[in-house]
């Protein structure tokens, strides 16, 4: 509710963008601002020099108990080694030669503290972000976490934007998040967030839903006119935010939380069900996971195993990069837990929207476009190595198979296999234990894939279509841009075709073709894409239910028709509406009026 008199006067406002993860939500906003300082330059008096100096040492001491609390917290809840992150930031506090700078400049230029701060600070973090030595590069972004902190404390201003030490359910407004701040997110003190600029596929967006955490993006100001403390309605399923919502919004959104509930119920009914259809087509329906602690998920939303294991997530948002040992550990850890269920271990696809902070990739003007994913780990053999023995080794527990993303060609198909056979034969030699019949397949989401999936099919086992990047590829609209959100349109018959053709050409090689990208967890598109042949969809846990719930309540004939339809059709639109006609049909409570 609001809480004081002028909130309730300063009027609803409604905010529109894209809805990428469901729920509603209400609470205070956060705001996390991109500049947070405003750092003028002022005179200092004479007779007021030695008081700025003592602002100054202030600000230092108060810094000081501020980052060992943190440090403090971030041990208890994540570990020592997490910890020592900010023993550098300690260290920099302590560096005399500094601070004496700081004080030099003031007592010489007669300037305000904050002003002086920020120019020696900001020359020591050029000087450091220009050096050839890695970890000297690395205290940079150190060096300008604690200015920060440093400013913040001089200007008086909060602390808003670290998730460590968010300590009240709040809704997180900002103008990006990106995915590896998106990952730290704690459930408990996020209730959801709404960000200015991305999309439905961006991978923030995907491990929102995966977390479960309502949000809304392409809200393109909201960051700017909205201030900590504001009062909001976050709606994940419609895509809006409503600032000071009356008592009137705040009814009308309750009777919406009740419709979900019984809609909630229906799906709890069905969820440990098969997925099959009303004439006995059965489809396997699992699910996208980033890493061990979504286990518990799959199972409990019903999926049958894994679809798609995203192990980029093991290799970012840390200071080193995981060896063989540390990535055998959670692959066998997540293949025993769910066997038999089979779990697909996709290999690393770092790159595009996903950076690991220690490789310090050099920046690329398309980064989709540039050194990502396979292409990346065929030129870091021994990188790529470590993942294919670790996934090798985790065979041995469970039912293990391995996909690799991204591919364009069949050299990469042929390569990536030739490195698979050496790492067999060196477990072998190594009396290691793997499964010599470990399925591999390919990511089909590049066109040139889809277009000659018949040759690729010759060599893998199966087929799992990426169709976030497919589409963001073949209509050459970014997955992360709301601008071209409006060209991203997963019925377009370019793509409709291209899954057709994949589809075809695993059958014609006696191999299986899934969908793992966002369409696949869209009970809308479930329809279609059953009807073009899809034997497996991969969705986010959440939305496993909603589309088993689809499956079970359609008629595989119908969804032939449909998909015959599409391919005759020259407009998304058109192909949209009538896989819309159709799914309403068949589940109507899936969409009741939100
Ligand atoms: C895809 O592109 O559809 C996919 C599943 O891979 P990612 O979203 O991780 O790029
Ligand atoms: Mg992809």
Redesign the pocket.
């Known amino acids: 509710m609001p809480d004081t008199m002028s909130d309730q006067m300063k009027g609803e406002k409604v905010y529109r963008g894209i809805a990428v993860s469901s729920g509603i939500c209400r609470g205070k906003v956060l705001v996390m601002h991109r500049a947070r300082h405003f750092i003028s330059r002022r005179r200092v008096d004479d007779q007021n020099v030695d008081a700025e100096i003592k602002r100054f040492e202030q600000s230092l001491a108060q810094t000081r108990v501020q980052i060992s609390e943190v440090q403090r917290k971030v041990v208890q809840n994540m570990g020592a080694k997490e910890g020592d992150i900010f023993n550098a930031h300690l260290l920099m506090l302590e560096d005399r030669v500094l601070v004496e700078e700081v004080i030099k400049l003031i007592r010489e230029q007669r300037v305000n503290a904050e002003f002086a701060f920020h120019m020696v600070a900001e020359r020591y973090i050029e000087a450091l972000a220009g050096v050839d030595d890695e970890y000297l590069r690395e205290r940079a972004s150190d060096m300008q976490d604690l200015t920060g902190r440093v400013l913040d404390n001089l200007l008086e201003v909060l602390d808003e934007f670290d998730f460590r030490h968010i300590n009240e359910p709040c809704i997180l407004v900002g103008h990006d998040l990106s995915p590896s701040l998106t990952a730290q997110l704690n459930k408990d003190f996020v209730l959801g967030f709404a960000t200015d600029i991305g999309g439905q596929?961006s991978?923030t967006a995907?491990l929102a839903r995966s977390l479960d955490i309502p949000a809304v993006v392409g809200l393109q100001v909201i960051s700017e006119e909205l201030e900590t403390g504001d009062y909001a309605l976050l709606d994940g399923y419609n895509g809006t935010v409503t600032v000071n919502p009356t008592d009137q919004t705040l009814f009308e959104y309750g009777q919406l939380a009740k419709r979900k509930a019984s809609l909630d119920e229906k799906l709890r009914e069905i969820k440990m069900q098969p997925a099959v259809t009303l004439d006995g087509k059965v489809i396997s329906l699992s699910a996208?996971i980033e890493g061990r602690q979504d286990v518990e998920a799959v199972r409990a939303h019903g999926a049958e195993g894994v679809g798609?294991f995203?192990t980029?997530f093991l290799f970012i948002n840390r200071e080193n990069l995981p060896n063989e040992e540390e990535q055998y550990q959670v692959y066998q850890e997540v293949a025993s837990r769910l066997t038999p269920q089979p779990v697909i271990i996709?290999t690393l696809?770092l790159g595009?929207d996903?950076f690991a902070s220690t490789l310090q990739l050099a920046k690329e003007m398309n980064p989709f476009l540039g050194w990502r994913?396979i292409r990346f780990c065929l030129a870091q053999p021994e990188m790529f190595r470590a993942q294919l023995r670790a996934i090798l080794r985790a065979s041995a527990h469970g039912r293990v198979k391995m996909m690799y993303?991204?591919i364009s060609g069949l050299d990469e198909l042929r390569q990536a296999n030739a490195l698979v056979e050496k790492c067999r034969e060196e477990l072998r030699a190594e009396n290691i234990p793997f499964d010599p019949e470990m399925k591999i397949g390919a990511?089909i989401?590049i066109p040139s894939a889809a277009l000659i999936a018949h040759a690729l099919a010759r060599h893998v086992k199966f087929f799992?279509?990426?169709?976030?990047?497919?589409?963001?590829y073949t209509l050459a609209a970014d997955?992360t841009n709301e601008r071209v959100a409006h060209l991203y349109e997963p019925t377009h018959p370019a793509i409709i075709r291209l899954i057709k053709n994949t589809v075809d050409a695993a059958h014609q090689n006696n191999i299986w073709a899934g969908?793992?990208?966002?369409?696949a967890g869209d009970p809308v598109l479930t329809p279609l894409l059953i009807g073009l042949g899809v034997d497996e969809l991969?969705a986010a846990p959440p939305v496993v239910a909603p589309v088993k719930y689809m499956i079970r309540r359609l008629k595989f004939a119908e969804t032939q028709a449909l998909a015959e339809f599409a391919l005759q059709s020259d407009s998304p639109s058109e192909i949209h509406a009538r896989c819309e006609q159709l799914a309403h049909a068949s589940a109507p409570s899936l969409f009741e009026k939100n």
């Open positions: 596929t991978h995907i996208n798609l995203r980029e996709r696809d595009g996903k994913a993303p991204m990511m989401e799992s279509i990426g169709s976030n990047d497919l589409i963001q997955r969908v793992c990208g966002e369409i991969s």
